[in-house]
């Protein structure tokens, strides 16, 4: 069984930073992408960023140059270090993992969500 815990989320004024954290568990052999999707109320969710295993990264039109993803394989481990942050990033931030591979096979997972409120 594949656990991930997210950290990282709060409370910050516009121009803030933050930076999240997701940590993955359990009998984890590889994991393909790595990546942080949001949604705030009364939208629909959003892909944020997202690594994969060979380094490539992508970022959604809105937060490129003001987030960065990055990922420590040794530690199952995502980042996303967010700057100048805005009132419109304010949502909950959910971390997932496409293809991972364990004992059992290959299976995609989500993070319970982390709060983001950036007030201006």
């Known amino acids: 069984q594949v656990q991930l815990v997210e950290s990282g989320g709060g409370l910050v004024q516009a121009g803030g930073s933050l930076r999240l954290s997701c940590v993955a568990s359990?009998?984890?052999?590889?994991?393909?992408?790595m990546g942080w999707s949001r949604q705030a109320p009364g939208k629909q969710r959003e892909l944020v960023a997202v690594?994969?295993?060979?380094?490539?990264?992508n970022y959604a039109d809105s937060v490129k140059g003001r987030f960065t993803i990055s990922r420590d394989n040794a530690k199952n481990t995502a980042y996303l270090q967010m700057n100048s942050l805005k009132p419109e990033d304010t949502a909950v931030y959910y971390c997932?993992?496409?293809?991972?591979?364990?004992?059992?096979?290959?299976?995609?997972?989500w993070g319970q969500g982390t709060q983001v409120t950036v007030s201006s």
């Open positions: 359990g009998s984890i052999f590889a994991i393909n992408a």
């Open positions: 690594v994969t295993r060979g380094g490539s990264i």
């Open positions: 997932n993992l496409d293809g991972v591979l364990t004992a059992t096979g290959m299976s995609n997972y």
